[in-house]
């Protein structure tokens, strides 16, 4: 079953961290959307099985808490464009 979630939560990290962590892992586990920075806002737009998903997730919130994010925020996406299969940072 698909699904899409659109997780923000605030926190400052590197470029490094938005590669090596939310993108290599979206790419593990198959998923397509996106992740944006806006100063300490980090937005996240991630779809794919539901399984992996929230594997994704679980990994994401082990990683996060290491780098003391605040409000964390997880809802459901209506999924309104194609991701054609990827995981893109957008600067």
Do not use: W
């Not at 998923?31 to 594997?55: F, H, S």
Request: hydrophobic content about 40%; some cysteine.
């Amino acid at each position: 079953m698909a699904q899409c979630l659109r997780i923000r939560f605030l926190c400052n990290v590197s470029d490094a961290f938005l590669q090596n962590c939310v993108q290599k892992n979206a790419k593990k586990f198959s998923l397509e959307g996106t992740v944006q920075t806006d100063n300490n806002a980090i937005l996240i737009v991630v779809c794919g099985v539901k399984d992996a998903i929230n594997q994704f997730v679980d990994v994401l919130h082990k990683e996060i808490s290491k780098k003391s994010a605040e409000e964390i925020e997880i809802e459901p996406f209506i999924k309104e464009k194609d991701y054609r299969g990827v995981f893109r940072i957008i600067e």
